[in-house]
């Protein structure tokens, strides 16, 4: 036995074949893969490994699928939500796994999708007055409770999730706004966590914009991109004049406008979206529509977006007037079509011909992302309602 295992070939593999081939292999499969030794174990475990995984994962099957959060209105208890979260094709929506299940009441338990990335959700819950951060992995149904903040400054706050590039890691930010014009106003500050190190930590010193509204939020590239406009600027304004950006490396705040004639044009709608890795706007008026991918944050205009698509067909604003509720608005590259979701039906545009077509009619309210397989977490705790219906009850 232990002559067949000396003469095995496999042994005989550098790592970094071992790595090449298991950067092939579903997360799950990887995931019982690190019980079989110590040196399987190892490289899989190894933070370079997974940053490779999931790479190979983006570019070869993450045009493919859709991670749909599904949320509705049971029609026996009142205040009964079930929630569903599962892996859908992207073309017509197909469900291909189901990753959770469950039934809470909506008056003793209330969950945020608060953002998504690289195969992680952050959630938040509230139960009670007890107001937890998690994250949740749901290729391989590990979760993780963030540690308490250490404080919270008061205000309206908003929590994203994205990657930092510069110090290859994971985090989570607390963004808060003080009460403008109130006697409760106070400094605005951003408390992050980062994954690598477990912690919480304040920072004091961004410029937090206040007099801003945030619209729609898309992560491309380690920044977080806001369609926004000033409230100072409101009464004149009946549409969106500029995007707000957070870099998770410097962590900083920049501000870009739109392109196109934002004063003259008063009935344009614009969406923001993911094109490929790039933020772009979907930006509709009577006369025309136009794809803009930002090339830089802050400058000028001529300086921060190149024109990717640009129509003088009527049709598409025909089309967007008719369909004022869009939302989670996904391009999907291999057909050239968007999937959006309109007062819980979800379809799919194609943006030449105009054709929709319904792919699921439903009473749900749906947040979709482009799916991602990872090993993030994969020393976290099994969550024990990923495979069945829990009574009023979540993740916790």
């Not at 992302?369 to 024990?384: A, H, I, T, W």
């Amino acid at each position: 036995m232990e002559e067949e295992r000396v003469n095995n070939p496999a042994d005989k593999l550098l790592p970094e074949l071992w790595m090449e081939i298991f950067s092939k292999l579903p997360a799950k499969t990887l995931l019982k893969s690190r019980s079989v030794s110590k040196f399987w174990r190892s490289l899989i475990d190894n933070p370079g490994f997974i940053s490779m995984h999931i790479t190979h994962f983006k570019n070869n099957s993450s045009k493919h699928f859709v991670l749909s959060y599904e949320t509705r209105n049971t029609m026996w208890i009142l205040n009964e939500l079930e929630l569903n979260i599962r892996v859908r094709t992207m073309g017509k929506f197909r469900k291909r796994e189901e990753i959770l299940e469950t039934i809470f009441l909506s008056s003793e338990y209330h969950i945020d999708y608060k953002g998504y990335v690289d195969g992680l959700i952050l959630f938040g819950q509230l139960i009670g007055d007890k107001y937890d951060l998690f994250l949740f992995n749901p290729s391989i149904r590990k979760r993780m409770l963030l540690p308490q903040i250490p404080f919270c400054p008061g205000g309206r706050a908003d929590t994203v999730i994205g990657f930092d590039p510069v110090i290859n890691d994971y985090k989570v930010v607390m963004i808060f706004f003080p009460f403008v014009l109130s006697e409760l106003e106070g400094p605005a500050s951003i408390l992050v966590y980062e994954l690598g190190t477990g912690c919480w930590r304040v920072n004091v010193g961004v410029e937090v914009p206040i007099m801003w509204y945030f619209g729609d939020k898309v992560l491309a590239r380690g920044v977080m991109h806001w369609i926004s406009f000033s409230l100072d600027e409101r009464p004149l304004r009946t549409n969106y004049t500029h995007i707000v950006s957070f870099d998770f490396g410097s962590e900083t705040f920049s501000y870009t406008e739109l392109p196109g004639d934002r004063w003259d044009d008063k009935d344009k709608f614009t969406w923001p979206f993911l094109l490929g890795d790039q933020f772009a706007v979907l930006d509709v008026a009577r006369a025309s529509a136009c794809i803009w991918v930002m090339k830089n944050c802050g400058g000028s205009r001529m300086e921060a977006w190149s024109k990717w698509y640009h129509t003088t067909d009527s049709d598409t604003y025909k089309f967007f007037l008719e369909h004022k509720a869009v939302k989670n608005l996904i391009y999907i590259e291999s057909i050239h079509k968007f999937l959006l979701e309109v007062d819980g039906v979800v379809k799919s545009y194609d943006l030449e011909s105009h054709k929709m077509k319904n792919l699921e009619v439903t009473d749900c309210r749906y947040v979709m992302d482009p799916y991602v397989e990872s090993l993030l977490l994969c020393k976290g705790l099994n969550d024990q309602f990923s495979t069945k219906i829990m009574e009023y009850g979540g993740f916790g």
